[in-house]
């Protein structure tokens, strides 16, 4: 629902947000409260000791203080408790409940202070037992009091006072006039301003330079444009995030048609090339996971890993190999040799060099395929999330290159940074000075997959043979042009509902549309939703069946936006056009739509057995194309899909289970013939 208003600003906060911690603090209160009534009854009459008196008007006062409290809780989460999401009305008086709370925490304050100067009081001589229970009290009030502070400054939103003018967008002012289009410009800066501490504050631990406080800038405003249309809540968008993947598993569930099944059978003969690919995508995936070095190396082997690499961090390094960047006791490099299981002498340079549109890679020979491979390693530092979140486009013109189109900004320049070591450096010309006869692959995780299939684009033109292999790459990173140029040379591999691979700005802004859809629609309580849904994601079961607005209405009401819907919506977002009859031509979308690189193999997991004692999983694989990926699907695998580990498990399973059947072919075909 909107956020909630009181004291004249906005809060990122909505008045049906106190239900859950509401009766959190009201339970504590009432066991607070009958806790005080029984040590009144109990030493009724008795408070005769050196400072007595001062317990006794102490313990009733704190008596009525705490029933008035109960009271003020229970109105208020009652009343938090009506309505719907987007049907706020019925909680109209929640502000005037709300303040009457907030006011009782004077007194509540006041007598923690009567408290602790009486328990520090050391001519009280009570019994001890009344003593520890009051100095409780006192701890317990100010607790609350503490805690209370910490949840304002939270919903806290710095831009609560100037909400007004986009709630005003296109009904109360004239954007043609000086003033407003004055006012509307402060805004938007005084938004971009507050974006940009947030993530200065998030990253105050790395050296800040010039590259990063354009980075800065540009991120805010993504951040800002994307935010700024929409006056949902953060329990708002968590709501809707629970019904979209309740619909979507309801959706899974139904029977689908024999046409729109498509699998790859492990057992199935080799014919469109699938199997060769898993097989070499199963061997490069170890480059791609070596090249985050010792965080992966420790990740996968937690209880042996350190021991291993202590017994090599005495080693001097190779003379062979160029190192640069900082590699304190070798650990970077001892982990990718036992990762690899190459040797000192098959790595051609290291770069353990890391900075905003800088990563990490090494070029290393691999004598089992003949390749030169150049391993690009993922986002493993805030500098990373930097290079991730610059996601303006920009052109990308390659001389001989007719596909030139739009790229991913932050990658492109990581891209470019390991092109020229590589060029400029001669560290390729060393390579092939040592072995002319391989070939060269290229392999990347995550941002390590967006940035080798850029790299890759560069270096078509030098190296026709080329080939790279692209594991979990960022979704939003090519054009459909160049998308399609690179078909004949990447390979993209994607696990499962990876969120990664769907994550483009057109992708996030129809997300944040279904968000607003499901949740304006849904007439249940968002208390309701949440307790639910936490129950149906951890626990499991069927989904539920949540009536909407949406139930009995036909389908050319389903194509206009409801008045809960507009009333989510602050003002209309370029990509915001699936809700209203306006043709894309009048409204165009301000990101243009990027795809996935290369050619694309989806993994999918599914389970052999349903039984509960039975963990066997098996994995499918089928080629693909990008627009499957252009919607971002909710689900508890999301993050864990994208994991190297898990990523290299299903390759390394789909790959032992091709050999294993193969095997079985082979021997049933030579019984035949005898």
Known sequence: MPGLVVFGRRWAIGSDDFVLPGAFELSLRVLWWIGILVLYAVHKGQFNCPGGGLLHSYLLVLLVLLAAIICALSALVYVSMQGTISNPGPRKSLPKLLYTRLLLYFPEFIWAIVGAVWVSDSSVHCEKTVINVILGTVIASWVIIIFTIIGVLIVFDPLGGKKTFYLTDGVNRNLESSQSGQLLFNVKNTATRVWEKRIRLMCCCIVQD??????????????????????????????????????????????????????????????????????????????????????????????????????????SRPTDSDITGSDRHNFHFGSILKITGLQYRDFIHISFHNKIYEIPFFVALDHKKEAIVVAVRGTLSFEDILTDLSADCEDLTLEDVLENGFVHKGITQAANYIYQKLINDGILNQAFTIAPEYKLVIVGHSLGGGTASILAIMLRNSFPTLKCYAFSPPGGLLSKTLADYTKHFIVSVILGKDLVARLSMPNMEDLKRRIVRIVANCNRPKYQILLRGCWYEVFGGDPDNFPTELDGRNQDALTQPLLAEESLMVHRSPSYNALDGESHLHSPPQYPHLYLP?????????????????????????????????????????????????????????????????????????????
């Open 598 to 674: 290369g050619k694309i193999i989806h993994i999918v997991e599914e389970c052999s057995s349903k039984r509960l004692c039975s963990s066997d999983i098996k994995y499918t694989a089928s080629w693909s194309n990008e627009t499957v990926f252009s919607s971002i699907l909710i689900s508890p695998k999301m993050i864990t899909d994208h994991m190297p580990d898990v990523v290299l498990n299903a390759l390394n399973s789909l790959s032992q289970e091709h050999g294993s059947c193969i095997s079985c072919q082979t021997r049933e075909l030579n019984t035949n013939v005898v």
């Open 210 to 315: 010039d590259d990063h406080r354009v980075a800065f800038t540009s991120i805010a405003e993504l951040f800002r444009n994307y935010f700024s249309d929409t006056d949902l809540v953060p329990s708002d968008i968590a709501a809707g995030l629970i019904l979209l993947h309740q619909e979507q598993d309801k959706m899974e569930s139904c029977p689908k048609e024999p046409e729109e099944v498509l699998c790859h059978s492990p057992s199935s003969l080799v014919t469109d090339g699938l199997d060769f690919e898993l097989e070499n995508a199963a061997h490069y995936m170890l480059f791609a996971a070596a090249a985050y070095g010792w965080p992966y190396y420790v990740y996968t082997n937690p209880f042996t890993a350190l021991c291993k690499l202590n017994g090599d961090c005495c080693r």
